[in-house]
């Protein structure tokens, strides 16, 4: 019972940090330091990522109709818009697919520790502030209807994504972050941001699920148990945030968001750094 209560506790993480700009997999590791599943470590590593199933699940039933190409009562242009955007959004994700399965062993070992975090955190919180700053009170042509994004666009806000593989950094982020950054508005980036996860998290956990089975190590029910509920909480927590966070950009600047990040990001620097020096 414990166990599936901490389950909760990841579940609700996850799900509110995978669609805020403030990375999930930061914020899973910084849990992981205070409050430890009972677990394998091939397990724990399955874990953190295959979660997010219950997270897309969410963006798959809020957006199903605008993302569902067969719908009855598209017309026949509204259904080539719907493929085209599959087209856009599968294009986007290519160079993050490609880095992460070449590197994702070396960035397992090398970068999934705090400090790693506490600077990632840091450096796009400043991110966020220079770009909203230096949109602030400009009335820029912005690409606001997520069907009108081009290819070209689509592809650099995917090159975007590949920073999101360093802990920390946040998929939602940075891929936000890019399509600001190259004309899109906030509402269209955040929407194809989350169009983008959907193949981006599946291809990533069937990556980590074939990794757990190709180790050999065995499963017991408790552990099901934590997987299941993790998935279903993040999954309940991730509609409201989804919810909450379209409604929220749409009058509102990432800035507070940027602001979250470096004071949490200092939090956590001073304390691994404090911990480093105890030894």
Known sequence: ????????????????????????TGHLILLNEFLTLNVSEEFQSMFDVVIQLGAILAVVVLFFHKLNPFAPSKSAGEKKQTW???????AAIIPSGVVGILFDDWMDEHLHNGVVVALAL????????????????????RIEDVHRIDYATALKIGLFQCLSLVPG?????????GAISVGVSRSAGAEFSFFMAIPTMLGA?????????????????????????????????????????????????????????????????VYFGGKALLG
């Open 122 to 141: 840091i450096v796009y919180g400043v991110a966020f502030l220079l770009v909203e700053g230096r949109n602030e009170g400009k009335h820029l042509r």
């Open 169 to 177: 950094t946040s998929r939602s982020g940075s891929t936000i972050l």
């Open 84 to 90: 085209s955007l599959w087209f856009k959004v599968v």
């Open 1 to 24: 019972m414990i166990e599936l209560l901490k389950a909760v506790l990841f579940g609700i993480v996850e799900g509110v940090t995978e669609w805020l700009p403030i990375s999930s």
């Open 205 to 269: 956990s069937a990556i980590k699920l074939l990794k757990f089975a190709a180790s050999g190590v065995s499963t017991n029910a408790t552990e099901l148990g934590v997987l299941a509920v993790g998935c279903v909480v993040s999954f309940l927590v991730s509609l409201l945030v989804i919810k909450g966070l379209m409604e929220y950009v749409r009058r509102h600047s990432f800035a507070a968001f940027g602001v979250y990040r470096i004071v949490l990001g200092g939090i956590v620097l």
